[in-house]
């Protein structure tokens, strides 16, 4: 039953992305990210994927270009596809990456809205149909042995990421100033935090505490935790990652 709550989940984050602009795609972006963290079945195919496969090797592997025209190919392997487009996600959402020249230069239309559709048929859906083929079946197209990286989260780093998640934890409990839903939303992401941090991924910290720390951008009462951890996160080169 589960599974298919899960797909229906992704089915609705789907639609939404139809349903949406490009102009005003941000909020529908941030939920999608959101979801992958907080689902459980979802969380567990990201992590797999990110760390099995770089995505700034697959990004680079995406760009291929002929006759003076770059195009953006999403890789066979479907894990590929979703380390590779998960990390797009984040750098839209982050605004690394900007989403507008991304779509328009990589999907041209006569108009903005056919080039936001083009990007959603070459883009999204078919890293909707890859999580939901690894969700129902497990199933991978056959590819290259995936690139392990070497690069590991210091436990020292680790502790004190620990520490001031534990201390943001408490704020985000104690605090009035903090709705309901923003509350709910931040505890599911700290959780994705901490296993996480037991994972010791770098690219894949930086993606959960980026949307912690967005869940959090209106609120002011928890500002000496977060920024305690950003500084962590940058003096171990987390931040600077991808």
Not at 2 to 20: G, H, M, P, R, V
Not at 53 to 61: F, L
Request: net charge negative.
């Amino acid at each position: 039953m589960q599974q298919k709550n899960t797909l229906d989940i992704l089915n609705e984050l789907i639609a939404s992305f139809y349903s949406s602009r490009l102009i005003i795609v941000d909020k529908t972006i941030s939920k999608f990210l959101k979801t992958l963290v907080e689902n459980k079945e979802l969380f567990s195919i990201l992590t797999e994927c990110v760390n099995a496969y770089n995505y700034e090797t697959e990004y680079q592997n995406a760009l291929t270009t002929t006759d003076s025209k770059t195009s953006f190919l999403l890789p066979r392997s479907r894990r590929k596809t979703i380390a590779l487009v998960s990390g797009l996600l984040y750098e839209f959402d982050n605004k690394s990456k900007n989403i507008i020249d991304f779509v328009t230069t990589f999907f041209p239309a006569e108009t903005t809205h056919e080039s936001y559709i083009n990007f959603l048929d070459g883009i999204i859906m078919p890293f909707s149909d890859s999580l939901a083929m690894l969700l129902t079946t497990n199933y991978d197209l056959p590819d290259i042995a995936p690139e392990k990286t070497n690069e590991i989260f210091p436990d020292v780093a680790k502790e004190q990421c620990t520490y001031w998640l534990t201390q943001l934890s408490d704020s985000i409990i104690a605090s009035n100033k903090i709705d309901e839903q923003t509350r709910s939303d931040a505890m599911e992401l700290i959780k994705g935090m901490f296993h996480a941090l037991e994972l010791q991924n770098p690219i894949f910290i930086k993606y959960v505490w980026i949307g912690l720390k967005n869940t959090l951008k209106l609120d002011k009462s928890c500002t000496r935790e977060i920024q305690e951890i950003n500084n962590v996160l940058y003096n171990y080169a987390v931040l600077n990652q991808i």
